[in-house]
């Protein structure tokens, strides 16, 4: 997770998703996770995934949450991680 963790601190502030399997992380912003879901092959009706994706990439705060997309094999999840401050 040590890629995925320093992708966050490189992106902080970017609206995008973080694209990650065990040993890499790859970071899309807003405008290349578009074309890259409009890519899928499909009819007019987004898939779940799709709809899921988009509507975490339209809706986090980029300042102090990440949108993460993990792939494990065949499956993939959507994640959002959100940045916690403790008090002093």
């Avoid at 912003?29 to 009706?45: C, E, L, M, Q």
């Avoid at 993460?68 to 959100?82: F, H, K, P, R």
Wanted: proline letters at 6%; a negative charge; aromatic letters at 14%.
């Amino acid at each position: 997770m040590k890629h995925l963790i320093q992708s966050f601190q490189s992106h902080k502030g970017m609206r995008g998703a973080h694209f990650y399997d065990a040993e890499s992380c790859n970071f899309l912003p807003w405008n290349d996770v578009i074309k890259f879901v409009a890519s899928f092959p499909g009819d007019k009706d987004p898939d779940p995934f799709t709809e899921r994706l988009t509507e975490s990439l339209a809706n986090y705060n980029p300042d102090t949450e990440f949108l993460a997309v993990q792939q494990n094999g065949s499956a993939v999840s959507v994640e959002l991680y959100s940045q916690v401050k403790f008090d002093e």
